[in-house]
Nanobody, 118 residues
Framework: QVQLMESGGDLVQPGGSLRLSCAAS????????MAWYRQAPGKQRELVATINSGGTPNYADSVKGRFTISRGNAKNAVYLQMNSLKPDDTAVYYC????????????WGQGTQVTVSS
């Protein structure tokens, strides 16, 4: 059984920063790409950032220059450093990863709420 667990969501003022964390646990033999998605109320889930097993990141245009995705040394964790936060960043943030357990599959975390408001 594979699980992804996010943490770090909070209420923050515009211009502030937050760091989200996601840890994968369970029977894991390999992890390929890890990613962060977000879903705002009334909107579809959207891709925020990805990072492959080699550490190469990619970002949505809306967060470039403000967010940084990284992986832990053990490669089973992924982080999202969010700076210069805007009200439009308010959403539930989800961790996603392609993991080989019994076979390759995609897994999701339960989500963590980020609210940017004064």
């Amino acid at each position: 059984q594979v699980q992804l667990m996010e943490s770090g969501g909070d209420l923050v003022q515009p211009g502030g920063s937050l760091r989200l964390s996601c840890a994968a646990s369970g029977t894991i033999y390999s992890i390929d790409t890890m990613a962060w998605y977000r879903q705002a109320p009334g909107k579809q889930r959207e891709l925020v950032a990805t990072i492959n097993s080699g550490g190469t990141p990619n970002y949505a245009d809306s967060v470039k220059g403000r967010f940084t995705i990284s992986r832990g040394n053990a490669k089973n964790a992924v982080y999202l450093q969010m700076n210069s936060l805007k009200p439009d960043d308010t959403a539930v943030y989800y961790c996603n990863a392609r993991i080989f357990s019994r076979f390759w599959d995609y897994y999701w975390g339960q989500g963590t709420q980020v609210t940017v408001s004064s």
